[in-house]
């Protein structure tokens, strides 16, 4: 599994870049800035957890708990569903992406949540 969230965690990441850039050079002053804002703010959110997944699948190759494989999938739907409805509501103006991303945020949290159970569990807390 620490293979798949390396190749995910390099995709997610990469692609984070090529999106930045996108916005900085192609969509700055093209949308809205609000709009602009929540491009941005989906970049930031998945270049973020592409860290967090990468240093995960680093620990999983150490020791594997089912916790912290439920947190990088949590994290990889977090990232489709908030990061993917912000991208897509900044390009196409539609609003009902918008009530999408809690659910990616929720997804987010509880793939926190997910590594720290793994955390204790693994006795990484004393």
């Known amino acids: ?3 798949l969230f390396l190749i995910i965690a390099a995709l ?3 692609v984070a870049v090529m999106l930045g850039a996108f916005a900085a050079h192609g969509l700055r002053g093209k ?3 609000n709009l602009f804002s929540a491009f941005e703010t989906g970049v ?3 270049f973020y957890h592409a860290l967090a997944l ?3 699948a680093l620990w999983i190759k150490q020791s594997s708990s089912p916790w912290l494989l439920a947190s ?3 994290w990889i739907a977090g990232v489709l569903l908030f990061s993917g409805s912000l991208y897509a509501l ?3 103006g539609v609003k009902w992406f918008g009530p999408i ?3 990616g945020g929720v997804l987010f949290i509880l793939g926190w949540v997910s590594l720290l159970i793994g955390a204790v569990k693994l006795g990484a807390v004393s």
Do not use: H
């Open 90 to 92: 900044a390009l196409t």
């Open 1 to 3: 599994m620490s293979q």
């Open 31 to 33: 949308l809205a800035d």
């Open 44 to 46: 930031t959110y998945q």
């Open 12 to 14: 997610f990441g990469g």
């Open 72 to 74: 990088g999938y949590l």
């Open 54 to 56: 990468l240093a995960l």
């Open 101 to 103: 991303t809690p659910i």
